[in-house]
């Protein structure tokens, strides 16, 4: 079942609310909705020094037994996305 995001608006009439420590992820991070590059994830005290950032939301949680980007799946490549880095540059 997929989870539901509930967006936090970042400033309202009662006053400005920031994502806290408790509101992030295992990693620090809340998703977030930034004026020009859109919906991101970032690290939760990144909110306050970005005047762009409109709304905050808690990250979803990922699939069960996922590894974030495959990064100690071996079979995927040094990626994570199953690409090969190259010893030397295309040409």
């Known amino acids: 079942m997929d989870e ?3 967006w936090i ?6 006053g400005e609310r ?4 408790e509101d992030a ?3 620090n991070c809340v ?8 919906v991101m994830v970032t ?3 990144n909110v306050e020094r970005n005047r762009f950032v409109y709304a905050w939301a808690r990250c979803p949680k ?13 079979d995927l490549g040094l990626s994570g996305r199953g690409l090969e880095v ?3 540059p295309y040409r």
């Open 18 to 21: 920031l994502p806290t420590k």
């Open 31 to 38: 998703l977030v909705m930034h004026a020009y590059q859109g």
């Open 62 to 74: 990922g699939p069960e037994g996922a590894d974030i980007a495959g990064a100690r799946n071996p």
């Open 4 to 6: 539901i995001i509930h």
């Open 43 to 45: 690290g939760w005290f």
């Open 9 to 14: 608006w970042r400033r309202t009439d009662e």
């Open 25 to 27: 992820d295992e990693h």
């Open 86 to 88: 190259h010893e030397k």
